[in-house]
Every structure is written in structure tokens, then in C-alpha cells.
């Protein structure tokens, strides 16, 4: 049997080299393309934050948007329009009470400190409390004798509070200038939404194939839900929490609205605030307010247990925990934005998970074959 000849030194050397020309040229390509994609995001990155927001908004408003277009004589342009005064309206609105009840509970307490005014009632035996309550005792009745021993006694505290307090305000004031840019972000998303829509659903299908529709249908949903099931019904209790604390005269009622609207986001509910303010108020006012504000306080801390059932997974066929427990996630890892994206990559992965068990693998069928008696007869002689 004759043997192949080798092939020319000269033509494997030249493939060779061609080889890595190729892998020199590949090379380069990457590198220029992850340096432009470095580029784009260092130029996009402080426009990520409303950008998100923008989308997180529009998805979740788009059912209340098309009623508005639908009153607008289908004309976009205008129903955006209304979109933005209207988002306007209900993110600056209650910033006004918030700062209104602020400054006015400010003042109420400088003036009261000013002219001796400011009375701290006598404290209460706190003994049975262990480790830290004999020490709340004994500072509460420096405070009840003279506050400004008292005040001297917890200066350094104070000062943390001062400028944990001041962090927090400026960290505030940037979170609402990238939601009054994320209201006309969404503005432009909704005018545009059948562009928009068909975008992602391209984007989809390339990245996921013939399950990309359904993933952007379920991500959609889910964005859905978990601005219903939790960041609404935390402005429910956080703004019924505000609206008893105000008629019941609590001072500073927005700001303890506000910590409500945090507490209840990430699921710590708005009992941490309400129960002091109904002891404050057994101290301080009338016994018919305390009691009908307690009630109200009963109310609103337990609504959160009939609303979240039924908000959280409405029109969704993914579990109620997998959700919840994606947005809970998410939160502690990147804050309230995290709700959203942890919510969507846990339904997703769980999507995904399944569909991955569904698939009929090769090995799986016959061994189905087999047990359903399909398969070749052992007892059979074979064919000569």
C-alpha cells in the first residue's frame, strides 16, 4: 500500500503563518471591540441609573397608559405629555408635605427648646427590660429634669446622626433628579413603545431563539408585578401610615412616612414606626386619639398580608416565592433597583430551569421505548 507523500515544507509553513495572522487579526478585533464597549459604558454610565428607571417605568405604567392615549384621541405625543404632569404631580406633591412637615416640626422643636417649652414626660420603670433598659431609665429622667445635660451626654451621637442625616439628603435630592429624568426617559419610551416593544422582542429572539418572545413577555410581567406586589403596596401603607400620623398630630408625620416607605420596601413593614408613635401619643394626647390611632395602626401594618398575595403574582404562572425572594435578593445586593432586575434574573433562571428538564433527551426516550416494550425483541434470533 503506497504512502501519502508529505506535504511541501514551503506550503506548511505558509499555512502556518496564515494561522496566526488570523489569530493576531481575531485578536485585535476583541480587543478594539471591548474597548469600545468600555467606552460606551464609561460615556452611558451616569445616564444607567434613570435609564433603568425610565424602562422599569414605562413597562409598569404601560396598562395606564394606553387609557390615556385612549382619551387623548390616540394621539402619543400628548398622551405623554399628560403622562409627565401627572408623574410630576404625584412625585412632588407629597415632597412638599414631607418638607413642609419637616420645617414645621423643626421650628415647633427649636422654639420649644428655646423658651423652655420643650417638657419630657416623667419615665416610665424600665427595668424589666434587660441589659439596656435600667440605662434608657436613668437618660430619660436626665431628659424629663434637665434636656440639656441630656443633649450633652449624647454629643457625639448627635453629631454621626448629623452627617448620616446629611448624607442622606443628598443622596435624596439625586434620587429624585434621576426620577424626574427617568419620568420623561419613560415619557419617550411610551411614545415610542410598538418601536421599542419590537426592539426587544428582535433582541430576544436572537438572544434566546424560539423562547425569546415568552421571556420578554414573562420579564415584562414580572417588572409588573413586583412594582404592584412590592413598591406598591409600600406607598399604600407608607401613605396611610403618613395620613394617621397627621391627623393624629405626630410631629415630622412625612419624614416618618418616608422611613415607613423604606422599612415597608424592604419588607420590615411600617410597625417599626407607627407602634412608637402610638406610645408617643398614649403620653401626649388624648386617650380616644391613641386608641383609634393604634386601631388604625393594626390596620395598615396587617393590609400588606391580604394585598401582597394577590398583587405580587397576578397573571404570572412562576411560584410567589421565587419572585419574591428574587426582588428580596436583589434589594440587599443593589438597592431598590435590584428589586426588579433580582426579580427578573431569578424568574428567568427558573424558566429556564424548567425548560431544561422538559427537553426529551435521546437517552430519556429509549429508555422509555424500552419500558413501554418498543424496543428489540432480545428473545429474537437474528437474520442470517
Known sequence: MAETPPPPAGKSLTSGHDAVD???????????????????????????APLAWGIIIAIAVHPGYQALLSLAGNRRITASVLFILIALLVLIVPIVMLSGTLVQGAESL???FEAGKLIIPPAPDLTYIP????????????????????????????RMLGEWALGFAKDAGMSILHFIFAIFIAAVFLAKSEEAGNLVHSIALRLAGSHGFRFAQLSRAVVRSVFRGILGVAMIQATLAGLGMLAAGVPAAGLWALIGLVLSTIQLGVFPVMVPAA??????????????????????????????????????????????????????????????????????????????????????????????????????????
Open 279 to 384: 406610645i408617643y401619643l398614649f403620653y401626649t394626647a388624648s386617650t380616644t386619639t391613641a386608641v383609634l390611632f393604634l386601631i388604625w395602626t393594626l390596620f395598615v401594618g396587617t393590609i400588606d398580608n391580604i394585598l401582597k398575595p394577590i398583587l405580587l403574582g397576578q397573571g404570572i404562572s412562576v411560584p410567589m416565592p421565587v419572585i419574591f425572594i428574587g426582588a428580596i435578593g436583589g434589594f440587599i445586593g443593589q438597592g431598590i433597583i435590584g428589586l426588579f432586575v433580582g426579580a427578573v434574573v431569578l424568574v428567568l433562571g427558573y424558566e429556564l430551569l424548567l425548560a431544561w428538564l422538559s427537553e426529551e433527551r435521546p437517552e430519556a426516550a429509549t429508555g422509555t421505548d424500552l419500558k413501554a416494550g418498543a424496543g428489540p425483541n432480545l428473545n429474537e434470533k437474528p437474520a442470517p
Open 110 to 112: 427649636a422654639r420649644g
Open 22 to 48: 488570523r489569530a493576531v487579526e481575531i485578536a485585535i478585533r476583541i480587543s478594539l471591540l471591548a474597548l469600545w464597549i468600555s467606552l460606551c459604558f464609561a460615556i452611558m454610565r451616569p445616564f444607567l
Open 131 to 158: 441589659l439596656v433598659g435600667p440605662d434608657i431609665e436613668d437618660f430619660w429622667k436626665t431628659a424629663s429634669s434637665n434636656l440639656e445635660d441630656a443633649l450633652r451626654m449624647i454629643e457625639p451621637q448627635l
